[in-house]
């Protein structure tokens, strides 16, 4: 695959951990969902694509609660 910006084929496809904060005052008592997404990178202009697994994109979405520790 191409990358979207550049068009470069110099990509790769890693293994990430990402915390997700929703942003303004009115979601400060939403707590953070951690998430382990694939993420597509261009090598060569730094351009990123990430695609969040669809159990945490059920957290997101406010379908299920988070784990959170105490």
Known sequence: MKCARCASDNQEELLTEMNIHFS???NLHKPSVLVFPKLQLCLDCGFSQ??????????????????TAA
């Open 50 to 67: 990430a695609t969040i697994p669809e159990t945490e994109l059920r957290v997101l979405r406010g379908e299920t609660e988070t784990n």
């Open 24 to 26: 303004g005052l009115k």
